[in-house]
T-cell receptor, first 115, second 114 residues
Framework: EPEVTQTPSHQVTQMGQEVILRCVPI?????FYWYRQILGQKVEFLVS????????KSEIFDDQFSVERPDGSNFTLKIRSTKLEDSAMYFC?????????????FGQGTRLTVV | DQQVKQNSPSLSVQEGRISILNCDYT??????FLWYKKYPAEGPTFLIS?????DKNEDGRFTVFLNKSAKHLSLHIVPSQPGDSAVYFCAASAGETSGSRLTFGEGTQLTVNP
């Protein structure tokens, strides 16, 4: 069964460093997302991406964050200068179709630890 | 942001009995609702969804009920199995397309005892 894959599974970084989280969405999907879950809190929307541009972003997704789809398969989330409060599980998700409500498929997540 | 709320952080049921997980929402623009299951160290896995034009959707042991007037939905699992033990998230989206963001509830930890 097709799945969303994320790498790495766990990333430890020093505060102020840049990190890039990688995702390979399901191949025929059109919409791509990043969500995060801080330990003990809700899963929160960060950004959605469609047709090679950001379609929606939350207030969390400030100038320190960026997303890119550099080729036909990868979808990346970059955090330019990490802060302690960026420590969380980051989930990539994708959706197949754009005109009918349908479920989002999530990757297994990347645990980001900022020290 | 309390647009989607799951008031029960945990629920414990006996194997074979019914599990009922509840979710309330406040945003009347939500028109599509989903339930996800999550195991530790894994991503959310889609279980079942319902459009706002329906009040019930059934898939095997899982049934989701939607009460629009009360802005309430519930997930029924019957019969419950030990493998159902996980965190269950309610999620909702607004808009006519599937590109809209999902807003999640806090999750309910379901434990099914053998």
């Amino acid at each position: 069964e097709p799945e969303v894959t994320q790498t790495p599974s766990h990333q430890v970084t020093q505060m102020g460093q840049e990190v890039i989280l990688r995702c390979v969405p399901i191949s025929n999907h059109l919409y791509f997302y990043w969500y995060r879950q801080i330990l003990g809190q809700k899963v929160e929307f960060l950004v959605s991406f469609y047709n090679n541009e950001i379609s929606e972003k939350s207030e969390i997704f400030d100038d320190q964050f960026s997303v890119e789809r550099p080729d036909g398969s990868n979808f990346t989330l970059k955090i330019r200068s990490t802060k302690l409060e960026d420590s969380a599980m980051y989930f990539c998700a994708s959706i197949a179709r754009g005109w009918v409500n349908t479920e989002a498929f999530f990757g297994q997540g990347t645990r980001l630890t900022v020290v | 942001d309390q647009q989607v709320k799951q008031n029960s952080p945990s629920l414990s049921v006996q194997e074979g009995r019914i599990s009922i997980l509840n979710c309330d929402y406040t945003n009347s623009m939500f028109d599509y609702f989903l339930w996800y299951k999550k195991y530790p160290a894994e991503g959310p896995t889609f279980l079942i969804s319902i459009s706002s034009i329906k009040d019930k959707n059934e898939d095997g042991r899982f049934t989701v009920f939607l009460n629009k007037s009360a802005k309430h939905l519930s997930l029924h699992i019957v019969p419950s199995q030990p493998g159902d033990s996980a965190v269950y998230f309610c999620a909702a989206s607004a808009g006519e397309t599937s590109g809209s963001r999902l807003t999640f509830g806090e999750g309910t930890q379901l434990t099914v005892n053998p």
